[in-house]
């Protein structure tokens, strides 16, 4: 199972909790009109997982918050199935496709571990 598809798993059931649970913080007033921004996750792990779906949240630092957390989701899902591979990006997009925001993460062995596999 790639990360992505953990991802997609994990992502569907906690994005229904996630504003009831936010640290206590209310949510800043809607805009006007009333209606919120839908923000996009796309993760690239060699697997493309394009969120097409999105989800509204109150405001750019909300989005920026759930990307951190998921992010975090997967890579401690990543660790138990081992399936992180050596880089991938999350992508926060807007509703017209512009990236906002861009976690990346890479998992590179220093020269000790290298020695040390070489020694054994």
Known sequence: MRISDAWHH???????????????????????????????????????????????????MFARREAIRYAGVLLEEGARLESLGSEWRMEVTDGTELILLRLDFFVTPSSAVGSLKKSE
């Open 10 to 60: 994990k992502r569907t059931h906690a994005f229904k909790f996630r504003l009831s649970v936010d640290e206590g913080v209310a949510p800043p007033p809607l805009p006007a009109g009333g209606c919120m921004p839908r923000y996009h996750f796309n993760v690239y792990d060699g697997v493309n997982f394009l969120d097409k779906k999105g989800v509204e949240l109150p405001d750019f």
